[in-house]
């Protein structure tokens, strides 16, 4: 056999073993041009078959080997919707005078239609009336089974029953396609291979998916010698012959390699289907050739159909306890989000929580920045950066491993954490993710033969990588593995994932629309608290003016008591005009647009420092700027009140003979931090929350130069239009420090 390159096991996964212009010698192939019947390539055995040699057979129409008769009903037989049915057609030939039956085996490429045949059997009713009741007894057996094992065993002695074969095992992949027999029956002498597992490189990917399209794939003998197909290029594509679904199709040489190392002649091989995916097979084999006539493979092959129906439905019924408890988790994580005030609350607080609905040891929900930790999990900055490592890497809704650090090898160092990790993407772009732990456990897994590629020495020294010949038991020590994620814990995460979202959007809608009902809530008091505040001024003024006139006018009517009394009600005048134009300015900032541009906060603060400079002379205190303050982003007027009222309180609020005040920043600050530092009167740790609420003062009206309790207020609501945040840590008779964020200039 001619290959356009050495195969061994380090490119056997990409040799084309769907084209090999080779047939295995069992049966004779033609290649047909469906138009007119003309034969374009045919298998160089026709002589041993028809007695005639490919020249004589090739550009020739069927008709040299058919009948009329026969042509007719072959005709009809390719106008059928699915040409699958009709398989297999019996054809007779004459040869010599002699009628031959063929069982013919046809299948459509594009415009070529490909003509397998083989050798008719003789007995073919009595295997058929034989065979119809040992798969209708196969077919109860597999029906009343429970359990994927119960069934896989049934099948397996069922097959074995049917064929003959010394050895039917069922073989089941992983999810990484290793294979493990899980079902077995065998002749007494031969060693079991029950339970072991085989390397996905046995059955690479190409093989794989040949499995998944066909149903069944038959090999005699394997020491047969290929029929070569001839032309070896197709006249109509110039293209090797396509063999994908080809019963004939010649054997790879590294498959024969490896089963002549397992001491093997021939072997059939049934695929199971699952969801349109291989999910295992029925392996047969014998020590000597052995051919399975068709309608034996056609039983075997409705069983294999079966048997995937069965072994679907029982592995879906199969942990039944633990999907209704996995979906009752599921539906009480919903209804706890819905509820609790934060939805991560919902997920980590209550029982069942994010833990119980995996059958995880620790859990992670990253959510706008912000880690929140359950179990046991590793340090927050691994999972920092372990998600930088998922962002750049998975483009999935949802990652799943058992053996994290075979993908991402700096998860050894905590393999006894995180071994094993489920992560769902709630939003990539805004790092948003919530992960799930399990720990290493560590296993001992039987092979059959050592599962690593041994190299070889050829005859001319060089190496070559080929299959093991040793399939006796070995055993190995499995590491850095975890417990496997079941399927419905999987599909359990996906669903928390799209209620994670719509909840979400939801709470991002309430947001927006209470957003919307605040801003027009706050328009509306502010233009309430103007007109209150304007409108309040004229009657307040009228009682100012109309007490200094009974003073002025009425003065030597009036004992000095009454004096007193209207004096005071000057006094109060004052105040409350005082306090309706702080009202007035705190309302105004909430209509007022602000003028941001770079300022520099050195000019806007020695202005105020020049404003003040009366009273920092007449106090004594003394001023300490520790270092240049920087440039930032903001509305220069409006930070610039926030400096006089912040400074103004500090000089005020201070008995001490040798006073202070600091004005400063902390560098690398994100964003920055400024702070006004003085040693004056402090402030009890009670009073702090309440410090900046309008007109709250902790002393009397005229102690320590008097005020209306508005400024603080005033200094909040202008850093927070800024985006920032506005705070004071204060030792009672020592001083107190305010401090509030800006943001640093684009």
Known sequence: MEFPFPVDLTNCDREPIHIPSYIQTHGVILALQESDLTILQVSDNTIHFFGLYPEELLNQSLSILLEPEQIGFFVDCLKQEDIQIVNPIEITINISQVNNIFDAIVHRLNEIVILELEPHNYEKNHVYFRFYYLVKLAVGKLQSAKFVTEVSQIIAHEVRIITGFDRVMVYRFDEDWNGIVIAEDKQDYLPSYLDLHYPASDIPKQARELYRQNWLRIIPDVDYQPSAIVPT???????????SNSVLR????????????????????????????????????????????????????????????????????????????????????????????????????????????????????????????????????????????????????????????????????????????????????????????????????????????????????????????????????????????????????????????????????????????????????DAFAYIASHDLKEPLRGIHNYSNFLIEDYAEILDEEGKNKLRTLIRLTIRMEDLIDSLLQFSRLGRADMSMQQTDLNAVVHRILD????????????????????????????????????ITNAIKYNDKADRWVEIGYIENSEPLKFYIRDNGIGIREKHLEVIFRIFKRLHGPSKYGGGTGAGLTIAKKIVERHEGQIWVESTYGEGSTFYFTLQKPN
């Open 233 to 243: 290029l197709n006249p109509l594509t110039n293209e090797p012959l396509d063999l």
């Open 611 to 646: 404003l003040l400079s009366a009273r920092i002379e007449e106090t004594g205190v003394k001023i300490r700027i520790p270092k240049p303050l920087p440039i930032v982003y903001c509305d220069r007027v409006q930070i610039g009140e926030v400096f006089s009222n912040l």
């Open 250 to 525: 010649s054997v790879s040489p590294i498959h024969v390699e490896y089963m002549h190392n397992m001491g093997i002649k021939a072997s059939m091989s049934i695929s199971l289907i699952k969801n349109n995916q291989l999910w295992g097979l029925i392996a047969c084999h014998h020590q000597t050739p052995k051919y399975i006539p068709y309608e034996i493979r056609n039983a075997c092959e409705f069983l294999g159909q079966v048997t995937s129906l069965e072994l679907a439905t029982k592995e879906d019924n199969e942990d039944s306890e633990s999907k209704i408890q996995v979906k009752s988790h599921l539906a009480k994580l919903i209804e706890y989000m819905s509820v609790d005030k934060s939805f991560i609350d919902g997920l980590i607080n209550q029982q069942p929580n994010l833990l119980d609905l995996v059958n995880a040891q620790g859990a992670t929900v990253c959510f706008n920045n912000e880690f929140y930790l359950i179990g046991n999990t590793p340090p927050q900055q691994d999972i920092q950066e372990l998600l930088k490592w998922i962002y750049k890497n998975v483009n999935e809704d949802i990652f799943y491993t058992n053996s994290l650090s075979k993908s991402y090898p700096e998860a050894e160092k905590y393999k006894n954490i995180a071994s094993g990790l489920i992560v769902i993407s709630i939003s990539k772009t805004q790092n948003k993710y919530v992960l799930w732990f399990r720990p290493e456990v560590i296993q001992t897994v039987s092979w059959g033969g050592n599962p690593h590629k041994a190299v070889e020495v050829t005859q001319n020294g060089s190496l070559r990588l080929s299959p093991r010949k040793s399939f006796e038991l070995w055993k190995e020590i499995v590491r850095l593995t975890s417990l496997p994620w079941k399927s419905y814990e999987i599909n359990a995460a996906l669903e928390l994932r799209n209620a994670i979202i719509s909840m979400v959007v939801r709470k991002a809608d309430e947001l927006v629309k209470l957003n919307i009902e605040l801003e027009r809530s706050n328009k509306e008091l």
